[in-house]
């Protein structure tokens, strides 16, 4: 069965509080949200119901103790607690709300963590009903459990049980329940049904027609009741009946003391904090929730509590809270010092590849000054040829000449010795003025190709060229 209970307290991780004056401490509450859930869906209204329903408790006597969002070792924790406490207590009451179901006629309670993928996980992962019977029944007066549960809960869905289908999960509401003694236990539907959840923002059916009643001096525990299920079926138009089971004997029980009761202090509330409180209970501005603690801190403990959960909750989504902002700007700090190094070796990279430059421009300098304050060699033989061989310093001869010339210059004295045979082999020829005269076009397309070459640095194409060159005039 699939069953989900309203969620009562805030959505702040589990935490227990409790507070109440000791005059009204033999009239005890432990009210429980479960909201949170990991592994189903969440109950959004939950923690409006809860926070009214706290309240409304507080206001009539109650010593309201508040726990939300419990894993079972939790639940389990705050159920032990509570029913040490109701072992002293006149009336002892627990509202639960959060997703529950039924299997083989057992109601289980579920923690936020549970996952329940087989039957067998219920008892390491939820919490059986029986145990809040138990957390109650030490109470000389009145035990009261109330549960807002049915709605749809998708973890009995897709649990594996044992056996035939008489013992498949619940999925419309928790079983019906028949306590011993005088105990009553309170569902938000009949068991077999499912309940409603409300408007977003706003509060069940449920808890809207409790929290109404709960109010009324010297009611009946049992007509309070009835009037809370003839609100909420007027209300869904029939479609959610809530359902009491158990009884109390003959005797009257209030939750809300009358105005004759001899000796019983009348519950006191500021009504200036319930009217601010209205204003501000739907606002995400953390500053209207410190506000409201400051001026009614002590005036109404109850709505502190809850303005510091608030308060909690809302620097905790906006990672605003003084640890948080201390960490963000201590990173803030380490980035900006990052930023400021990274600029400083980016300059210093800037300089050294500045300094580099310059140390390299002033070796090409160096060496372009070398090289012409290198004497000529005193056998040089880039002088002008001798006149009875003038002849001979054909086109070609001239050409090797220059070539010569210019490797000195630039200080290749290999290039220029090759060139200088050349210009000697020319001029000594027997054929090199023939070969000047009958120079054809062919012949000279090579010589332009070896001379291309060389202005553009390929000096093995260039010789390649040049060999082709002197083929070509020598046939």
Known sequence: MHTCFTIVGSLIAALLIEVASPAHARRIALVVGNSTYQHTRALPNAANDATAIGIALERIGFKVSAANNLDQRAMIDVLRRFGKEAADSEMAVIFFAGHGLEIAGDNWLIPVSAELRHERDLQYEAVHLKLM???????????????????????????????????????????????TGDVLVVYSAKHGTVAEDGPPGGNSPFAEALITNLPTPALDVRILFGRVTDTVRSRTGGRQEPFTYGSVGGAEISLAPGGSAPGTPRPTADDRAVEAWRRIENSKDVRDFQAFRDQFGT???????????????????????????????????????????ERELDEARLKLKEEELQQREKRLEEERERVAATPAPANTRSAAPEAGNSEADSESCAEYRRRATYNEEIGRPDRAKYWWDRYEDCRTSPTSSKAAATTTPGCQEYRNR???????????????WWDRFEDCRGK
């Not at 957390?135 to 749809?152: E, P, S």
């Not at 973890?155 to 044992?162: A, D, F, N, P």
């Not at 070896?450 to 390649?464: F, L, M, P, T």
């Open 133 to 179: 019977l138990e957390a109650v029944a030490g109470a000389a007066r009145l035990r009261l459990i109330i549960l807002d549960a049915c709605r749809n809960n998708p973890l009995g869905e897709r649990m594996q049980v044992v056996g035939n289908a008489t013992r498949a999960a619940n999925a419309r509401g928790l079983g019906r329940v028949e306590p």
């Open 299 to 341: 005036s109404s403990p109850f709505y502190s509590r809850e303005a510091e959960k608030r308060i909690a909750a809302l620097e905790a989504e906006s990672g605003q809270t003084s640890q948080d902002r201390k960490r963000l700007d201590d990173l803030r700090q380490k980035e900006e010092q990052l930023r400021v190094r």
């Open 450 to 464: 070896a001379v291309y070459n060389e202005q553009i640095g390929r000096s093995d194409r260039a010789k390649y």
